[in-house]
């Protein structure tokens, strides 16, 4: 056999240098693509470190300024905030107070550095002693109950400055009440990035170390989808878009890049993943051992996230990323 006469394509013409791959490369990881999410506790001069996500920290209103500072200083123009409140109670009340601490948080960032964009995560488990995401009746979660709060919630927080609404609490109908709330109270130029297809996920484990939000019983699974349904995910994102979502989110983000793109595919709107606490302790946990190369397996991830059809990214990694970003240029 003559090797010339085989009709064989080579694609590696377009792999043989660097340049050549950078000039062919479809997909990219833009520091504009990132928002970095923030755990506010009450207090003051604290940096709690969350032993389950080596690097991240709860901090205190105080170091608020510094943090934008650093972020913005690094290119990123979106962060979201989770607050972490002292007290709970069984409506979560906490997250609807105008001096509430994601509230004040919000007006602490915004009269600090006006442009950064603040994204409210509106959802009432980090607020409620039962750690649940609505209030309880009969022994779950009850839906149209919970939607009132949530649309106060929402509301404080345009309030106090919001400029992304970011509703996590998975209640039938939250979007369409808070666009509905959001209107009547004058805040029809708020954006409502909807985490439409969030499912009952293992990888929320650290998060809830961070925003002391387990539930005290049973799990979500009444409320958040099941993480063997894909054509569910459509049903839910179309229902948020109908109802007046401007993004939509997908989450956990690696083991659902499928979902991401069949969401992609089937509709306009921006698209957000959220690379969760859970893949990103993993990721951490290995690098910390030596095990991986955490730059390398880090950008592919979320080269993947862009390549699955992803606009956006919510990552604890952002500022890693970002300052790599910067390296590289
Ligand atoms: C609040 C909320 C959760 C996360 C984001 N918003 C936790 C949950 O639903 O239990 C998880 C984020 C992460 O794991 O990084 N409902």
């Known amino acids: 056999m003559n090797i010339e006469d085989l009709q064989f394509k080579r694609h590696r013409r377009?792999?043989?240098?660097?340049?050549?791959?950078?000039?062919?490369?479809?997909?990219?990881?833009?520091?504009?693509?990132?928002?970095?999410?923030?755990?506010?506790?009450?207090?003051?001069?604290?940096?709690?470190?969350?032993?389950?996500?080596?690097?991240?920290?709860?901090?205190?209103?105080?170091?608020?300024?510094?943090?934008?500072?650093?972020?913005?200083?690094?290119?990123?123009?979106?962060?979201?905030?989770?607050?972490?409140?002292?007290?709970?109670?069984?409506?979560?009340?906490?997250?609807?107070?105008?001096?509430?601490?994601?509230?004040?948080?919000?007006?602490?960032?915004?009269?600090?550095?006006?442009?950064?964009?603040?994204?409210?995560?509106?959802?009432?488990?980090?607020?409620?002693?039962?750690?649940?995401?609505?209030?309880?009746?009969?022994?779950?979660?009850?839906?149209?109950?919970?939607?009132?709060?949530?649309?106060?919630?929402?509301?404080?927080?345009?309030?106090?400055?919001?400029?992304?609404?970011?509703?996590?609490?998975?209640?039938?109908?939250?979007?369409?009440?808070?666009?509905?709330?959001?209107d009547e109270a004058g805040f029809k130029h708020v954006p409502i990035m909807s985490y439409a297809v969030k499912y009952a996920s293992a990888f929320y484990g650290p998060f809830r170390d961070a925003a002391e939000s387990a539930p005290q019983f049973g799990d979500r699974k009444t409320y958040q989808m099941d993480p063997a349904n894909r054509r569910e995910a459509l049903r839910e994102a179309h229902s948020d878009l109908s109802e007046g979502a401007d993004f939509l989110i997908v989450k956990p983000g690696m083991p659902y890049l499928d979902i991401i793109r069949d969401v992609r595919n089937e509709f306009n709107v921006p698209i957000v993943a959220y690379n969760v606490s859970g893949e990103y302790s993993m990721v951490k946990a290995a690098a910390l051992n030596g095990w991986i190369d955490e730059k390398k397996i880090v950008m592919e991830m979320h080269t993947a996230f862009k390549r699955a059809g992803a606009d956006l990214i919510i990552t604890y990694f952002a500022k890693d990323i970002a300052k790599w970003l910067n390296e590289e240029k």
């Open 14 to 182: 377009l792999r043989q240098s660097a340049f050549m791959r950078d000039l062919v490369r479809e997909n990219h990881v833009h520091t504009d693509d990132l928002i970095y999410p923030l755990f506010i506790v009450e207090g003051e001069k604290i940096r709690n470190p969350i032993i389950s996500m080596p690097g991240i920290e709860q901090i205190s209103l105080d170091y608020l300024p510094s943090e934008v500072d650093e972020l913005l200083s690094l290119g990123i123009k979106a962060v979201l905030l989770f607050g972490v409140p002292n007290e709970k109670d069984e409506i979560g009340s906490g997250a609807f107070h105008d001096h509430g601490i994601v509230q004040k948080a919000i007006k602490t960032i915004k009269q600090h550095a006006p442009k950064m964009l603040v994204v409210a995560d509106t959802c009432l488990c980090e607020y409620t002693d039962h750690g649940h995401c609505g209030v309880i009746m009969n022994g779950d979660v009850a839906n149209d109950e919970s939607l009132e709060i949530h649309v106060k919630t929402a509301i404080s927080q345009a309030r106090a400055g919001a400029d992304i609404i970011a509703p996590s609490n998975m209640m039938d109908g939250f979007v369409v009440a808070i666009r509905k709330g959001l």
